[in-house]
């Protein structure tokens, strides 16, 4: 058996080992030293040391929830409601395959330029979606851009719809 490496005080990520939470463990031939850790976040738990030192354990999961709540367009970061916003808009504009493409990109409607493969310019214009509210366009006929978008519930939505052409019905 080898000599017993002191990891107390040490950092690995975001863990920090306190203490020696078992001098050894047996698993089949290999023996392997548990240590009790804290998160940055709070948490405790047993993590195997081997783990630590080889990069395998650098926290308990929390970073996973952390950077779904904040803003980009980052792997973790397409949860957000103002991304899934910002990319229907695209959507809708540039997709031929999407539903609603022809009432928006068909009908010539476009992103501005800041807004079309900029998720964080966007979002410094427009900010977080209201609860209950939805991306706009005060102009139906013009572009998605800072001048020309809001953020509105669906009864104002609703009052500000096109009319087809010849009926007066809107779609």
Not at 17 to 40: H, I
Not at 45 to 65: E, F, M, W
Request: net charge positive; hydrophobic share 25%; aromatic share 10%.
């Amino acid at each position: 058996m080898g000599k017993l490496v002191d990891l107390i005080g040490k950092r690995f990520g975001r863990w920090r080992v306190l203490e020696p939470y078992s001098k050894r463990y047996r698993s089949g031939r290999t023996c392997l030293v548990l240590w009790l850790c804290r998160c940055d976040c709070g948490t405790k738990r047993v993590v195997i040391g081997t783990n630590l030192r080889a990069g395998k354990s650098t926290g308990c999961g929390c970073i996973r929830g952390e950077r779904r709540t904040t803003h980009g367009h980052t792997r973790g970061r397409k949860q957000t409601r103002a991304y899934r916003i910002w990319n229907g808009m695209r959507q809708r504009c540039f997709n031929p395959n999407n539903p609603a493409y022809a009432d928006y990109g068909g009908r010539g409607i476009t992103v501005c330029e800041n807004w079309r493969d900029d998720f964080e310019s966007f979002f410094a214009d427009m900010l977080d979606p209201p609860l209950g509210l939805t991306l706009d366009r005060i102009d139906n006929d013009g572009n998605y851009e800072p001048g020309n978008c809001r953020w509105a519930s669906y009864s104002m939505q609703n009052s500000n719809r096109r009319c087809l052409p010849k009926t007066g019905i809107t779609p």
